[in-house]
């Protein structure tokens, strides 16, 4: 794995003036703490993972998003509410979600084909692997772990996301706004995780 970036900083308490970064994730698990590492970078940002529970269709991933709009107030114009979401389990399905994404001004998908693992190879290799089923969830989850010694850890790794940001721009292709199978759309939503955006806290 390359040397990643590191952070230097402190967490700070959020100023009058914070806005919300919401990530509605379809995962349970490896989501939410994968973006739980950025949360406190910034005085001015308050990254909020949401846990979508125990359903995860996309009806009810939007249910989620308006029940969090609700709870947390969000300004449309200054809060951010992005998806996170996965191709593999409802394909064409998705196109439910994105229709609903574009009614509402702060809303935003980061789509990964076929699942978040995608975007997590990207923080240690800078192309596709050269032979497996890149289709296949079943063929990038083992992959991690083969290629990380001890699998990805996200109180460690994420450090390395201007890395995965790079790699994942130069290998995304899609079809529609559809990402191709490996491709993610997460580095659109990382790049906001980063300066200048949240520049006053490194």
């Known amino acids: ?26 995962g349970q698990n490896r989501e939410p703490d994968y973006f739980n590492f950025f949360d406190g ?18 009806s009810q991933l939007i249910t989620k998003a308006l029940e969090v709009e609700k709870e947390f107030s969000l ?17 064409l399905h998705l ?3 994105r229709e609903e994404t574009s009614r509402h001004q ?3 998908i980061a789509q990964s084909n076929p699942c978040f693992e995608v975007w997590l190879y990207f923080h240690v290799l800078k192309f596709l692997p050269d032979a497996g089923d ?11 772990a083969r290629i990380i010694d001890g699998g990805f850890n996200s109180d460690f ?18 079809t529609g706004y559809f990402p191709n199978p490996g491709s993610s759309e997460l580095w ?4 906001q995780l980063l300066p200048p955006k949240v520049s006053d806290s490194y």
């Open 134 to 144: 890149i289709s296949s969830c079943g063929f990038w989850k083992p992959l991690l």
């Open 157 to 174: 790794h994420p450090i390395a996301i201007e890395f995965a940001i790079e790699n994942a721009r130069i290998n995304y292709q899609s």
């Open 41 to 58: 970078l910034s005085s001015r940002v308050k990254i909020v993972p949401i846990r979508s529970g125990h359903g995860s269709s996309p």
């Open 95 to 97: 196109h439910t979600i």
């Open 75 to 91: 300004n449309p114009t200054e809060d951010k509410l992005w998806f996170v979401i996965d191709t593999d389990r409802w394909g």
């Open 188 to 191: 659109k939503l990382a790049e």
């Open 1 to 26: 794995m390359p040397k990643p970036i590191r952070f230097t900083y402190q967490k700070k308490e959020p100023f009058r003036d914070s806005f919300l970064f919401i990530i509605i994730c379809e």
């Open 106 to 108: 702060n809303w935003n």
